[in-house]
């Protein structure tokens, strides 16, 4: 199987500091991308990276890509409640599959 | 737009009847995923299309599901019949359709086979 893992599986941090997730996958990607999934709603998409990018920034979260070790983390910067949700990798080797991880739960107390 | 458009958003069925679920994707995306999610296994790619073409199937569990896209606008994903393992939420999702582009989700239907 080509799915991703996240580590942790949750997280609990108070609101204002940093999060950070971390994800792992067995073959050579074309491209790794972070979704978010608030609960009982469909995944929301929040950055991609190309396998020849190393770090990528949008807004609050910064996403770092190491093909050698195949291994992504997410970094949500200054966490506010709102963004207590799942967080998921996913990856495509070929074509447009893409495999998404068990994802990460992350609780932000206000 | 209005985003992909998935119904019914809940299912309650009985096992062993025929369960069929629907989703329109967002007007020009080529490429129509359907996923499946439970806390055992996460997020399960089941079978995606191309311009209405299945491509790869392999995650379709068994015969018992099957899904069509007769048109560009329209998917249905049916189980036949309905097995209380099969409970789970199922997701639809599309993509513009160049490679790696993001993907965007239906709100899912909750599906309960009792």
């Known amino acids: 199987s080509q799915q991703g893992e996240e580590d942790p599986q949750a997280l609990s941090i108070q609101e204002g500091e940093n999060a950070t997730m971390n994800c792992s996958y067995k073959t050579s990607i074309n491209n790794l991308q972070w979704y978010r999934q608030n609960s009982g709603r469909g995944l929301v998409h929040l950055i991609l990276?190309?396998?020849?990018?190393r770090e990528k920034h949008s807004g609050r979260l910064r996403v770092t890509l190491d093909t050698s070790k195949k291994s992504s983390s997410l970094l949500i910067t200054a966490s506010r409640a709102a963004d207590t949700a799942s967080y998921f990798c996913?990856?495509?080797?070929?074509?447009?599959?893409?495999?998404f991880g068990t994802g990460t739960s992350l609780t932000v107390i206000p | 737009d209005a985003g992909v458009i998935q119904s019914p958003r809940h299912e309650v069925t009985e096992m062993g009847q025929e369960v069929t679920l629907r989703c329109k994707p967002i007007s020009g995306h080529d490429y129509l995923f359907w996923y499946r999610q439970t806390m055992m296994r996460g997020l399960e790619l089941l079978i995606y299309?191309?311009?209405?073409?299945?491509?790869?199937d392999s995650g379709m569990p068994e015969d018992r599901f099957s899904a069509k896209m007769p048109n560009a606008s329209f998917s249905t994903l049916k189980i036949q019949p309905s097995e209380p393992r099969d409970s789970a939420v199922y997701f639809c999702?599309?993509?513009?359709?160049?490679?790696?582009?993001?993907?965007?989700f239906g709100s899912g239907t909750q599906l309960s086979v009792l």
């Open positions: 299309f191309n311009n209405n073409v299945p491509i790869d």
């Open positions: 990276i190309r396998s020849n990018e």
């Open positions: 996913a990856t495509d080797a070929t074509g447009n599959q893409f495999y």
């Open positions: 999702a599309s993509s513009p359709g160049a490679r790696g582009e993001k993907l965007f």
